[in-house]
């Protein structure tokens, strides 16, 4: 560890660090642009100079190895200047496009300007006219007036998504960046680059003129589309999901997180089921929450009394552990069969952070042992079962069974009962005796286990109002179909004290611990 | 808790004459008449000595100052000048304003799809008005806004629309706050450049 000296303060510092990261770690603000903690340095943008006690001049301190008994000024009237003095060049050019920009608000130009800026032009002179709107990508639009030519995109086109699509083009004052002519930006964590950017000159088209920032609530989440467990911030505003953003968790997702994650959040906003119906055949009659919950618990329990080989559980991988545990438990005591596994949708993956599983707690199915073990009735023999007319009746949740089982209808025509817990509006619940509004990530609270069986905290973005989580669900029909459950909603903390208590992997996991970053299991 | 005398002016005693009634009433008519006279002979000779107006049919000039309700520019191509920004939405401490923005193929890619204002809890503050970047939204002088339907209070982009000439006088009104003289206008600038 190095010590040194920042505006009168003695901190200490890892050796071989850079001064501006560990200035960032200490709390001391020093603008940047160009430097991010998980790309190369680059020393473009000239923002983070500090005055460094020996040095002949100012010193950009994103390149500047900490050393041992250094004297750092970060914020004294000459490094104020000097920061003035680069805001001053930037903005000769930059279009006065705050109104109609989305960064606006989160926009690092913005904030620096209103805190070290001159708030006044000198410069009389037309600016600099250059390409809007250019169409560099599927998911990504440009603006070329607006960049500051930082390069965080093409350092990150080459060392994360190593695809290299972007460069700066031509020298000096008429430098741009663009795509390679005949390339496009089309990589699979392109909208990464319209994170970074600190302007307004890479922007998301899916967020493109949808909503203002500030009126933006964020939450703290995790993605729910594939088994890496992204840390995202789920950003809602008039009681709809507006964007999802990465998070930064240097165990998971560094600072990233994939196109087809960040887009995959419509299911939330649209073509939800909100009541139960009952009854096969469209449109099913809607029922309340007890007629429903009745009818769901006399057919399965029916069958459950006669032969507990008649019933089968399907396990959605999207449930958190709090809920696969009470599903588990409400499979075991309320139907009393062995027969479940978990219907696992399945894509394409790479060796970044895309994983094969398009769901996000398959590994903790398979840990509270919610899946199908070897040597046990898996869902391709559960759905035999179904064929040969042996199993007679489904308690589904979620619907990737049906695409699992290649969208046969005859399948599920054959079922006697079937009762489906499903948050969209999907083919499937045109066969189901009883369907039961489940809940999206984004509206509960409890954790998933990623791929490398790391637990992590999903937190409630959305306010579902009156009602139920799929955890309630479980507890109702468990009690119609004779558990012991003591009355009272469904609790994932205390839940998750049970699953701590009965499964040794997760003996080190708590509520709090979970909370922030995460906490892995421990291999057995 | 401080205490603090205040004085306070109590009618006087009841003079004789006030007590006999019919004599007040003379008295009451004779100021009544001289108003009446002196009104109607000023009103034959064309010459106006009361302050009340004949609204609605007469109206009272308002100065610029005066805020009524807020509407949207329209610009003389038919279009809003607003941007749908948001930042009127933003200061509004009533939350009244409502924007869903949108793209457009034109040079300036925003606008407001939806813009509704609820005057029903509008109550004219014009913070809206200072808030915005573009001159977009202005108080004008409408007030007559009340409305027997409860859905009539909203009022949706294509009714808060006003001509920009018609609200020439607000907007120079408060053009006052920010003009500059020292700032040199376009066309200055132009010509400086051609100098060169
Ligand atoms: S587009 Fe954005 S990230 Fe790329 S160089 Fe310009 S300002 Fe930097
Ligand atoms: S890699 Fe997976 S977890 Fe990460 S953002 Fe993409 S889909 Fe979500
Ligand atoms: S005048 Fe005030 S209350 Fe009315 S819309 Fe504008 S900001 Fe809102
Ligand atoms: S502040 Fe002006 S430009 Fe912005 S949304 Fe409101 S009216 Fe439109
Ligand atoms: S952050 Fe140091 S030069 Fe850009």
Request: proline residues 6%; hydrophobic residues 40%; contains cysteine.
């Amino acid at each position: 560890m190095a010590k040194i000296t920042v505006d009168g303060t003695v901190i200490e510092v890892p050796d071989g660090s850079m001064l501006l990261p560990a200035l960032l770690d200490h709390g001391v603000q020093v603008p940047h642009y160009c430097f991010h903690p998980k790309l190369s340095i680059d020393g473009s943008c000239r923002m983070c100079l500090v005055k460094v006690e020996g040095m002949p001049k100012l010193t950009i301190s994103c390149n500047t190895p900490v050393r041992d008994g250094m004297v750092v000024d970060s914020r004294g009237p000459e490094v104020a200047k000097a920061r003035q003095g680069v805001l001053e060049l930037l903005l000769v050019n930059h279009p006065l496009d705050c109104p109609i920009c989305d960064q606006a608000g989160e926009c690092y130009l913005q904030d620096y300007a209103f805190e070290y800026g001159t708030r006044e032009a000198r410069t009389q002179e037309p600016r600099r006219k250059l390409l809007k709107r250019v169409d560099i990508g599927p998911r990504v639009v440009l603006d070329q007036e607006r960049c500051i030519l930082c390069r965080r995109c093409v350092r990150f086109c080459r060392e994360i998504s190593e695809t290299a699509e972007l460069a700066v083009f031509n020298m000096g004052d008429r430098s741009v960046i663009d795509t390679f002519p005949g390339e496009a930006l089309t990589n699979d964590y392109s909208i990464c680059t319209a994170d970074i950017c600190p302007v307004g000159a890479l922007l998301s088209k899916d967020f493109h003129h949808k909503m203002r920032v500030w009126f933006i609530d964020e939450m703290e989440s995790i993605c729910p589309s594939c088994a890496n467990g992204c840390n995202i911030k789920i950003g809602t505003a008039r009681r709809e999901i507006q964007r999802l953003l990465p998070r930064r968790n240097d165990a998971v997702n560094e600072t990233w997180m994939c196109d087809y994650g960040r887009l995959r959040y419509g299911f939330v906003n649209d073509d939800r089921v909100r009541v139960p119906t009952v009854g096969r055949g469209t449109p099913a009659i809607t029922a309340t929450w007890d007629d429903a919950l009745d009818e769901a618990a006399r057919r399965l329990g029916a069958l459950a009394r006669t032969d507990g080989r008649a019933l089968a559980a399907i396990v959605s991988p999207h449930l958190t552990n709090e809920e696969l545990f009470v599903y588990g438990q409400l499979v075991a005591g309320g139907l009393r069969t062995a027969q479940r596994d978990a219907a696992i949708p399945l894509g394409p993956a790479d060796d970044y952070l895309i994983k094969a599983e398009k769901a996000a707690n398959g590994r903790g199915a398979r840990d509270l042992g919610l899946a199908a073990r070897s040597g046990e009735l898996d869902l391709a023999a559960i759905r035999a079962g179904v064929e040969t007319g042996t199993i007679r009746g489904l308690l589904v949740t979620g619907t990737d069974v049906w695409e699992l089982w290649g969208e046969r209808a005859d399948i599920f025509e054959r079922l006697e009962t079937l009762v489906v817990v499903a948050a969209n509006a999907h083919p499937l619940l045109g066969f189901a005796d009883v369907v039961l509004p489940g809940l999206t990530f984004a509206e509960k609270n409890g954790t998933f286990t990623n791929h490398a069986g790391r637990v992590q905290r999903i937190r409630r973005a959305l306010d579902p109002g009156e009602q139920p989580s799929d955890g309630d669900i479980f507890l109702a029909l468990g009690r119609r179909l004779g558990m012991e459950i003591p009355p009272g909603p469904f609790e994932p903390a205390a839940v998750l004290r049970e699953i701590v208590a009965s499964v040794p992997a997760y003996r080190d996991v708590t509520w709090d611990a979970v909370g922030g970053l995460g906490v892995p299991t421990i291999e057995a | 808790m401080a205490s603090r005398v205040v004085t306070v002016e109590r009618p006087p005693r009841l003079r004789a004459v006030d007590t006999m009634g019919p004599l007040l009433i003379v008295r009451g008519l004779l100021v009544t008449a001289r108003h009446f006279f002196r009104n109607l002979f000023a009103f034959m000779r064309g010459r106006r000595t009361i302050a009340t107006i004949l609204y609605p049919e007469e109206k009272m000039a308002w100065s610029p100052a005066m805020r009524g309700m807020p509407v949207l520019v329209q610009m003389e191509n038919g279009k809003e000048r607003c941007v749908a920004c948001g930042l009127c939405e933003w200061a509004c401490p009533v939350d009244c304003i409502t924007i869903y923005p949108a793209e457009t193929a034109d040079e300036i890619e925003r606008y407001p799809e939806i813009f509704d204002i609820d005057m029903s809890r509008c109550m004219f503050c014009g913070f809206c008005e200072e808030a915005c970047p573009e001159e977009a939204i202005v108080m004008s002088q409408r007030v007559a806004i009340a409305t027997t339907e409860w859905r009539g209070s909203l009022w949706h982009k294509r009714d808060l629309l006003v001509p920009v000439h018609e609200l020439d006088p607000r907007l120079r009104y408060i053009r006052r706050g920010y003009d500059r003289p020292d700032v040199p206008t376009p066309a200055q600038t132009a010509e400086r450049l051609e100098k060169r």
